[in-house]
Nanobody, 117 residues
Framework: QVQLVESGGGLVQAGGSLRLSCAAS????????MGWYRQAPGKQRELVAT???????NYADSVKGRFTISRDNAKNTVYLQMNSLKPEDTAVYYC???????????WGQGTQVTVSS
C-alpha cells in the first residue's frame, strides 16, 4: 500500500506561481512513477506531468515550459512547480503513484488550484 498526501494548492492571480507537494509513505520502494493529474469541473481527469523512478519526465503540452516536476528521494516527496499560471489551469490537482508489479494506481485526496483572471 502507498499513501499520498498533497499540499500547496490555493488561489493565485493569473501569471502567478504555486508549488504543489506530494509526500508518499508506505511501500514506496514499489513505486515506478509518480505524477500529477488534474480535473476541472465538467471535464475528465488529465495528465499534467509524470516522473519515473529513473528520473524521466513527461509533460502535457498545455503545461510545457511553465510547469516543472521534481522529486526529493530523501523526503519521498514529489513537487510540481507551476509558473505563469492561467485561468484554464484551475482544477483539482491529484498526486498519483504507479506500481507496475501489481498494476495499481494510488491517488491522493486532491488539492484545489484556482487561478483568477
Amino acid at each position: 500500500q502507498v499513501q499520498l498526501v498533497e499540499s500547496g494548492g490555493g488561489l493565485v492571480q493569473a501569471g502567478g506561481s504555486l508549488r504543489l507537494s506530494c509526500a508518499a509513505s508506505g511501500s514506496i520502494f514499489s513505486i515506478n512513477a509518480m505524477g500529477w493529474y488534474r480535473q476541472a469541473p465538467g471535464k475528465q481527469r488529465e495528465l499534467v506531468a509524470t516522473i519515473t523512478s529513473g528520473g524521466i519526465r513527461n509533460y502535457a503540452d498545455s503545461v510545457k515550459g511553465r510547469f516543472t516536476i521534481s522529486r526529493d528521494n530523501a523526503k519521498n516527496t514529489v513537487y510540481l512547480q507551476m509558473n505563469s499560471l492561467k485561468p484554464e489551469d484551475t482544477a483539482v490537482y491529484y498526486c498519483n503513484a504507479k506500481v507496475q508489479a501489481t498494476m495499481t494506481d494510488y491517488w491522493g485526496q486532491g488539492t484545489q488550484v484556482t487561478v483568477s483572471s
